[in-house]
């Protein structure tokens, strides 16, 4: 008996993106392969995810029947026999076999964790009685969570956008190759790197079926970032016309502008946080955006109606908390240097300012009050009188 890893390339759709792993066990009458990658496709399986309650599980199905599946979805497919002791074989592939009980096949998914290529990791760790953690575990690879995740979603800017915007505080820690594992890609090429019995774990991958159309086109990478910077320099843009028709008392140039700028604030502040409070993935949950973006930016719309009203005038409270979010931005890059925050990438530190400074300097130079400023001018020209009596 003798257990191989199997690896799939990826695909088209977007959930092959990262590609696929299962074993495959073949003995006397017996050529099976375990996969932990099964689910429903519901619709509300994207908020399953989000919330960490997505259910994937485990079956075994023929070797045949696999490969015929891949091959038909035009995936190429990769086979790794593992080099251990017959002892370590059978032991591997009672493993699989109680990790398909009823009770433990089924899993919560999480795509950094517990997916179908950390599950095959960790069974092939507990057959070689630790090694494979032992001599992956603590050796870095260089890389963070969040630039292995751009890798997958080269192709898609609004997933490359959603990376930059909702993979938190953890997805920017350095992983090991034993982290790395995740990565069906990554579990072949370090499986290459341990040694048990004096010999490499695993020969350099074999191709049994090759992907008949060539690989699937793959952008940038830092195209997020990149769409980040430019929402920067458009947001510096609209603060910059909103504070310049502030000054100059232009009642429609700045009550549109202002409005669309609170309306982009609070769009983006919503769903941080709403993944910040309801959200069980540590990924999700700790986001140091929450500490630039507010929901409260709200507020952005009365100043706007006043702006419609003609009242070019700010209150002491208005005032106050557009002076405070000018400065988290400050607060947050001080907070970078300092070691305190982490989060990546330092572009959403020049988004927030460029929202918030134009405006905070704007609204600081308004008159305080409600009166409007002709007004109050006519109440106080020179030799007018405004005593009610006087002239009768």
């Known amino acids: 008996m003798t257990v191989e890893l199997l690896t799939m390339g990826a695909g088209d759709d977007i959930f092959s993106s990262f590609g696929h792993a299962a074993l495959r066990v073949r003995g006397p009458r017996r050529d099976i392969v375990y996969n932990f990658g099964y689910t429903r496709f519901a619709p509300r399986l994207l908020l399953d995810f989000i919330r960490g309650e997505a259910r994937f599980w485990g079956a075994k199905e023929s070797y045949r029947a696999i490969v015929g599946e891949y091959a ?3 995936r190429s497919v990769y086979r790794q026999p593992l080099r251990l002791s ?11 076999d109680g990790a398909l009980d009823h009770l433990r096949s089924t899993y919560v998914y999480d795509h950094f964790r517990d997916n179908c290529a950390t599950r095959l990791r960790d069974v092939i760790d507990r057959a070689t009685a630790g090694a494979v953690r032992r001599q992956l ?5 260089g890389t ?4 292995l995740a751009r890798e997958g979603f080269a192709g898609s800017w609004p997933l490359l956008l959603a990376t930059e915007t909702f993979l938190g505080r953890p997805g920017d820690h350095v992983v090991d190759r034993w982290e790395a594992g995740f990565l069906p890609r990554l579990l072949a090429a370090d499986l290459r790197r341990v040694v048990v019995a004096g010999q490499q774990l695993a020969p350099p991958p074999e191709l049994v079926h090759r992907r008949r159309a ?7 990478p830092r195209t997020g970032v990149h769409l980040l910077w430019l929402s920067g320099l458009l947001l510096l843009a609209l603060g910059a016309a909103s504070a310049l028709a502030l000054r100059a008392r232009r009642r429609l140039l700045a009550a549109a502008p202002l409005a669309l700028l609170g309306a982009i604030l609070t769009f983006v502040a919503l769903p941080i946080w709403g993944a910040v409070l309801l959200a069980d993935l540590p990924e ?8 630039l973006f507010w929901p409260t930016d709200a507020l952005l719309f009365v100043l706007a109606a006043r702006a419609r009203r003609a009242r070019f005038a700010a209150g002491p409270l208005l005032k106050a908390y557009l002076s405070c979010r000018a400065s988290t931005p400050l607060l947050a890059l001080l ?8 989060q990546r990438p330092l572009v959403w530190i020049f988004v927030a300012a460029a929202a918030t400074a134009p405006l905070a300097l704007a609204v600081w130079q308004l008159p305080t009050g409600t009166e409007r400023p002709r007004a109050r001018a006519e109440r106080t020209q020179p030799g007018r009188s405004t005593d009610p009596q006087e002239g009768r």
């Open 72 to 74: 038909s979805l035009d």
């Open 86 to 96: 017959p002892a370590q074989h059978r032991r591997l592939a009672r493993l699989l």
């Open 137 to 141: 575990a603590g050796r870095s690879t």
């Open 144 to 147: 963070t969570y969040r630039q």
């Open 214 to 220: 060539p690989p699937a086109a793959r952008g940038d």
């Open 284 to 291: 999700l949950c700790h986001n140091e955006l929450a500490l």
């Open 335 to 342: 907070g970078h240097g300092l070691g305190l925050l982490l």
